[in-house]
Structures are given as structure tokens and as C-alpha cells.
């Protein structure tokens, strides 16, 4: 008898649990416990920027910095000053090391240009083979004749003593170097263009020892003349005085 009521508490339960199953089921609202539709699509989804209702309240867009915003000023390190100063100080020494070796190749070049035309101009004033001219015994005889020049003018006045061995020192190439002379002339002359002063004092010198020397061969030709009128003339007074002794 005792375990009659628990075999009736056993046969309830499954009924109870049975009944609440079906109850649950078939149900016209869904149980609380469980999620509703609505609430499926209220919910937003995390990965979603846009909203799905229009009235769900959104959160504000970011504010971009405005261009016209003054940037935040660079301020350089200690070891950014230095290396700037050590660019500028690279670079005055790298442009000073190019002038100096553009002042090096220009020197260079003015003194190979120098010698170039020392060499044509020395080049130049000797004479052509063809002439038989030899420039070596030649200006030793007008070295010869221009220091005689000075031995005779030694005891006269400055001006003789300058003149005189020049002339005469002159007077031998033109005689013993025809050609040379007329190269270092015609060089003279160049360098005298450029000056007008020298250029026309040049020039009246010339004409003065030009008019000197034709002076001297007209005088000379008619010494030379008188002399030989002499000579006939004496040569006839002899032939005659000859003819009269016989």
C-alpha cells in the first residue's frame, strides 16, 4: 500500500511534462524566452556602417581637419641643424675647389696659347731655305759691326754712344740678313699698329733716314762724278804733256 503513491507521483510527471510540451507547441504567442522576428530585424548588424531603419539615430561622421588649418610647425633636432650646415659648408668647398680648377685650366690654356705664338712668330722670321740665308754666322757679323759702332763712340757724347751702334747694327743685317730684317720689320710694325703714336714716329723716322740715305748716294754720285772728271781731266793733262815731251 505504502508504494502506491509513489507510483502515482511517477505517472503524473510524465503526463505534466507531456502536457506542458504540447502546450508550448501549440501555443497561439511564442514563449518570452525565445527571439522574436521584430527583434531580428531591429537588431543591427555589427559589420553593417549603414542603418537599416531610416529612424534609428546615427552617430556623427568624423571631422576632417580643414586645409586652411595652420600646419604644426617643424621644429629640426640638433642633428638636423648640423647636417644642414654640413651640406652648406660641402657644397662652398665643392664650388670652391671648381673655381680653382677652372682658374688652373685657365692659366693653363693662356700659357700654352703664349707659347704657341712665340713659337710661329720665332718660327716665322726665318728665312726660307731656299734663300741660302743662314741666320748664325749672319748675326754674329751684325753683332761684330754693332759693337764697333760703340768702340768708336766711346768717348763721345750719350746720344752718339746710343745711336751710332744701333745704326750701324741696322745697317749690317739689312746688309748681311735681308730677309730677317724685313720678318722683324714687318713683326715691328705689327705691334706698332696698334699704337698710333709709335706708328707715325715710325714713320717720320723712316722718311728722314730714307731722305738721308738717298741725300748721301746723290752727294756720294756726284763726288763720285767731280772725281772722275778730275781724273780725265788730269789723265788728259798727262797724255798731253807726254806727247809734248816728245
Known amino acids: ?56 539615430p ?54 700654352l696659347q703664349l707659347e704657341h705664338s712665340f713659337t710661329s712668330t720665332v718660327r716665322s722670321l726665318a728665312p726660307p731655305r731656299e734663300t741660302g740665308e743662314k741666320i748664325f754666322p749672319g748675326a754674329l757679323y751684325v753683332l761684330v759691326a754693332s759693337m764697333a759702332g760703340s768702340i768708336v763712340t766711346r768717348n763721345r757724347n750719350i746720344l752718339l754712344r746710343a745711336s751710332v751702334p744701333l745704326a750701324i747694327g741696322i745697317t749690317a743685317a739689312n746688309v748681311v740678313l735681308p730677309i730677317t730684317s724685313k720678318n722683324v720689320g714687318d713683326l715691328i710694325w705689327t705691334y706698332e699698329e696698334k699704337y698710333p703714336v709709335l706708328a707715325d714716329a715710325h714713320l717720320r723716322t723712316r722718311e728722314r733716314i730714307t731722305h738721308f740715305i738717298e741725300t748721301g748716294k746723290a752727294r756720294a754720285g756726284m763726288t763720285a762724278g767731280m772725281v772722275e772728271n778730275k781724273l780725265h781731266e788730269t789723265r788728259d793733262g798727262l797724255e798731253g804733256w807726254v806727247k809734248k815731251g816728245r
Not at 503526463?15 to 508550448?24: E, P, Q, R, T, Y
Not at 507547441?25 to 524566452?33: K, Q
Not at 659648408?89 to 693662356?110: F, H, I, S
Open 58 to 111: 546615427t552617430l556623427p561622421a568624423p571631422s576632417k581637419p580643414s586645409s586652411d588649418a595652420p600646419a604644426e610647425s617643424y621644429r629640426p633636432t640638433p642633428t638636423g641643424r648640423l647636417a644642414v650646415q654640413i651640406g652648406h659648408a660641402r657644397m662652398a668647398l665643392y664650388k670652391q675647389a671648381v673655381r680653382g680648377e677652372q682658374a688652373v685650366d685657365n692659366a693653363l690654356t693662356k700659357t
Open 1 to 56: 500500500m505504502a508504494f502506491r503513491p509513489l507510483l502515482r507521483q511517477r505517472a503524473i510527471v510524465p503526463a505534466m511534462a507531456a502536457a506542458v510540451s504540447a502546450g508550448v507547441i501549440f501555443a497561439p504567442r511564442v514563449v518570452d524566452a525565445e527571439e522574436r522576428p521584430t527583434d531580428i530585424i531591429d537588431r543591427k548588424p555589427i559589420y553593417d556602417d549603414l542603418p537599416l531603419d531610416s529612424t534609428a
